[in-house]
């Protein structure tokens, strides 16, 4: 999904030295913007977190009924007749979609936040959009290459 270059690991120290650079290099670029924007704030780095956590817990919610399989065998374990995980899942989703709605829809945290909702807000939506083109992007781009990354996604590889 990411170019190859930033999956190599170095010989030398056994680590991806490319990839940790490039999010050096972006995560020092988001601070000088977070400093020297006046508009620009935290808010919407933590909407885009707790979004993609949101995206986690959903996932853990259908996680035992799609992929039933690696769930047992990986020690599934029932509360109540239903997957644990499945209930930890759902108290994600509402626990991360309350504080989500919180922060956009309480009067008192946006007025702290004042100038920066809007942009917070816009940051948030314009992550998930590009992380969506930037899939279907390489989906394409792989498939044209006669790549199923679908095939990536069934079964979790042995260690």
Sequence with gaps: MVPAPLGDVSERFHSPVKAIIFCTVTGTLALIALVTIPQASL???LLAQVAAF???SVTGIVFPYRLRH?????????LLGIPSVTLAGIGGVIVLGSLML??????????AFGVTARLSLSFMFGVI????????????LNRSQGVDLSLAYREIPPE
């Design 102 to 111: 919180m922060f956009i829809l309480n009067s008192t945290i946006n007025s």
């Design 70 to 78: 690696l769930w047992e065998a990986g020690g599934g374990h029932r």
């Design 54 to 56: 949101i995206l986690v």
């Design 129 to 140: 959009v590009v992380g969506i083109l930037w899939y279907v992007g390489a989906y394409i």
């Design 43 to 45: 808010l919407g780095a």
